[in-house]
C-alpha cells in the first residue's frame, strides 16, 4: 500500500535512515521517486505492507510528522478535485459515514495561511460527501489538506520542487509529547556530555531498541542513550570507566538510577565500572548484546581515558594491588586514550559480543580538512555499513552518526585482518586521532578572524533549508 509520509523539517538526513530502520522492526517498505522530488522535500512517498504498520512507524519515529492515506494531490485545487474524485469509491466511504465523526486540518509549508483562507479551503472541499458530524476535539478520522509554495527565498525547499497540494486521511502522527518530557532540562541528573534527548531516541531507533533486546552502552555516562533505548522497552547495561559516575552521581537521589526512576523506566540490569581498552568480560562469553549504542569521547566535550596511569603505561612503575581496606573508595589511575585506539576496541568488542544481525550504532567526529575529500569510516570485517548520517556542528568539525550490522561470526582469522585494517586506517588518517588533540584542531582563535584556505568552501556550506548531510552505505 502507498502512502504519504511527511516529515518534521529538521535533520534532514536522518530521516529516511530511521524509517528504513523503523521498517525493519515492523515491516518491509519502497520509497517512491515522483517528477520533481528531491530528498530535502518533506513530503515523500512511501510503501508499506499495511495500515497498522504505517501507524507504529509513525507513532515512534522521531522525525516522521504523519503518514496519510492520500487521496489525491496535485499543483493546485482543480488538479485535487480531480485526482480525489478519481480515487476509489469503496475506499471513501467506510469514511464518510454518518454515524462517524471528522475533522479537517489546513496545514502548510514554506508559507502561512490564514484563518479566513483555511476556512475558504476547506469550504472548497464540498465535492466530497461527507455525511458525519464535525468532532475538533476527538474525532474518529482526521484529514489533512496540505500545500506547498513555489520555490521561494523564505520557504526552505529546494528549487526543483515545485507547488504541491495533498489531501489524505491521517494513518498515523508522531507521539508530540515524546520531547518535551524527555528534554534535558528537564532531566535530574546530567553531565557535560549527555546526549541530546532527540538525537538519543534516533540513535535508540537505528538500534532497533525493542522489548527483549539488550542494550549496551560501553560509555553510559548519565545514561541517556538507555533511557532513550528503555522507553522503546529494551533492557539496559551501561558502563564507565569514571567509578564515580556509574556508583555516586550527586547523591543517592540523584543519579543514573533516579534518571530511570523519573521516567518510570525499568532501572539497567547492571551498571559497570569498566574499561573500554580492558574489557571485564569472562573468556568465552560470546555473542550477548542485540545493540551497542553509544557516543565515545572524541577530545571536544570530554577526552578518552583508559585505565593504567602515565607512569604505568610507559612501564617505569609495575602494575600494583589494590588493598582489601582501600578498594571501596579507590579511584584507579587513567592515561589517555586516542580515539582511533578507541574506535577500534569499539568495534573488537562488537564484532565478539553482537548477536548475529545486532547493530553497533556510534557517533565519530570528522575534521574538514583542507583535500581531506570524502570522510574515511573505520571498517571490520564483522560488520556492513547500514548509514552514516552526518551533522554539521560548526565550518571544520562534524559528527557523523554510524550504523552499522553484525554480517559474519567473530573468529581469530577475522580479528587479525581487523587488527591489519585498523593499522593502514591510522597510518593514513589525520594525526588528531592519534594525539587526541580534536579540540585544538577544530577550535582555532585565528578562524574567527582569518578567511578560509584557498579552495576551501565558503563557510555557507550547505543551502539554507539543509541542516546535515546523510549517505546509506552498503557493502558486499
Known sequence: MWFLCVFFHRLLDYRRPEVESLAELFGHLEWKLTENFHVDSPFHFVSLPSEEIARKIAKRSILVKGIYELWGHGSN???????????????????????????????????????????????????????????????????????????????????????????????????????????????????????????????????????????????VGTGSILVAAAHFGAMTMGADIDIRVVRDGR????????????????????????????????????????????????????????????????????????????????????????????????????????VMGGRLVFFYPVVRDEGSGDPQYPEHPCFAMAAACEQILSFRYSRHLLTMVKTAAYTEELAESARLKHREFKENHLKWMEDGNLHSAVFSPADAQQPPPAGWPERELKPKYRGSMCRLITFD
Not at 190 to 207: I, R, S, W
Open 77 to 219: 485545487h482543480q488538479e485535487l478535485e480531480e485526482a480525489i474524485k478519481l480515487f476509489p469509491e469503496e475506499r471513501k466511504i467506510p469514511y464518510l459515514s454518518s454515524d462517524s465523526t471528522f475533522r479537517i486540518i489546513v496545514d502548510s509549508f514554506g508559507k502561512v495561511i490564514s484563518f479566513e483562507e483555511q476556512n475558504k479551503r476547506i469550504n472548497g472541499l464540498s465535492y466530497i460527501p461527507f455525511k458525519g458530524r464535525v468532532d475538533l476535539r476527538n474525532p474518529d478520522h482526521k484529514f489533512w489538506l496540505m500545500e506547498t509554495d513555489d520555490y521561494g527565498t523564505n520557504n526552505g525547499l529546494p528549487r526543483v520542487v515545485q507547488k504541491k497540494v495533498f489531501f489524505g486521511r491521517e494513518i498515523g502522527a508522531a507521539d508530540r509529547k515524546l520531547l518535551p518530557t524527555y528534554q534535558l532540562k528537564s532531566r535530574g541528573y546530567l553531565g557535560p556530555t549527555a546526549m541530546d534527548a532527540e538525537m538519543a531516541f534516533l540513535m535508540a531507533n537505528q538500534g532497533l531498541a525493542q522489548p527483549g533486546k539488550l542494550v549496551y552502552d560501553p560509555f
Open 251 to 354: 547523591g543517592p537521589n540523584c543519579n543514573i538510577w533516579s534518571n530511570f526512576k523519573q521516567y518510570g523506566l525499568p532501572p539497567p540490569i547492571s551498571l559497570l565500572r569498566a574499561d573500554n581498552n580492558l574489557p571485564p568480560w569472562r573468556q568465552g562469553l560470546g555473542e550477548v548484546f542485540d545493540a551497542i549504542i553509544c557516543d565515545p569521547p572524541y577530545g571536544v566535550r570530554a577526552g578518552g581515558r583508559k585505565s593504567g596511569g602515565r607512569k604505568l603505561m610507559k612501564g617505569t612503575v609495575d602494575p600494583y594491588t589494590v588493598p582489601e581496606d582501600k578498594k571501596a573508595d579507590h579511584i584507579p589511575s587513567t592515561a589517555a586514550y586516542c580515539l582511533a585506539e578507541c574506535v577500534h576496541d569499539l568495534l573488537d568488542l562488537a564484532a565478539k559480543m553482537l
